[in-house]
């Protein structure tokens, strides 16, 4: 039983569909991303969701999406955003409107969930214990509770800023689809 009262699917229960990692040998800093400013974040989430998605389902949208959730874990978030309005506001600046919309990570996860027609829940988690495992509990939860036929779980480890926008060291990310397993 996990802290909901619920007994989550045993890991037998879902299977991969697909996975990307970025970066990948040959990747450079993700794309940019209309809408996302300052901060490689929010691209690296969307690029290493469309490399999964587009393995798995080769184009958009995705023919099975409606029910497919969308994870999102992170330790930290988007640490160079963060620091950047918190200095903008020390200094006695107004941050741009564009940070307020991005610096919920639901933004990008729902940006991604639009362009490839998922339908399912979003949601976004800063892992108390190893990522992976507490990514994996969650898509378990989704799969075993009916909430989601499949999961792209989304797992991020971004640097802080300490080598300015687009250096490829700064930001890693792996996504996973979840799903067409057994579930009890």
Not at 78 to 88: G, I, K, L, P
Request: charged share 20%.
């Amino acid at each position: 039983m996990n802290e909901r009262g619920v007994a989550p699917a045993r890991s037998a229960g879902r299977a991969v569909l697909a996975e990307a990692a970025w970066p990948e040998p040959g990747d450079g800093p993700p794309p940019p991303l209309p809408g996302f400013v300052h901060s490689d974040f929010n691209p690296l989430v969307a690029a290493v969701a469309e490399r999964c998605l587009t393995r798995a389902y080769g184009q958009r949208p995705a023919p099975d999406g409606a029910r497919t959730a969308v994870v999102l874990v992170s330790a930290d978030g988007d640490r160079a955003s963060a620091a950047h309005v918190r200095a903008t506001v020390a200094d006695g600046g107004r941050p741009g409107p564009l940070f307020f919309f991005q610096s919920v990570p639901n933004s990008v996860l729902g940006y991604v969930a639009a362009r490839w027609g998922l339908g399912g829940p979003v949601v976004c988690l800063a892992p108390t214990g190893d990522p992976r495992r507490d990514g994996y509990a969650e898509v378990d939860l989704l799969l075993y509770d009916g909430d989601a036929d499949a999961a792209l779980l989304v797992l991020i480890a971004h640097a802080p800023d300490d080598g300015g926008a687009g250096d490829p060291d700064r930001g890693r990310a792996v996504a996973v689809l979840l799903g067409g397993g057994d579930t009890p």
